[in-house]
């Protein structure tokens, strides 16, 4: 949780001092909450770039996308 609370303030601070658009290549691979994601959501703007991958990963836990 505490990732998505910091890339949060990241992104506000990267506006803030000027930037015009921001890319996030990210693995968020620990549990969060629901408020850490909320902001994380709320920061995320039409000037963020989100990477996605495409890969199935087949693990013992689960078949992730």
């Known amino acids: 949780a505490l990732a998505a609370r910091i890339h949060a303030r990241l992104l506000t601070a990267l506006r803030q001092a000027g930037a015009r658009a921001v890319a996030l290549d990210i693995v968020f691979a620990e549990l969060s909450e629901p408020a850490a994601d909320a902001a994380l959501a709320a920061a995320v703007g039409p000037d ?18």
């Open 48 to 65: 963020t770039v989100l990477a996605a991958d495409e890969r199935i990963l087949d693990t013992p836990q689960a078949l992730q996308l």
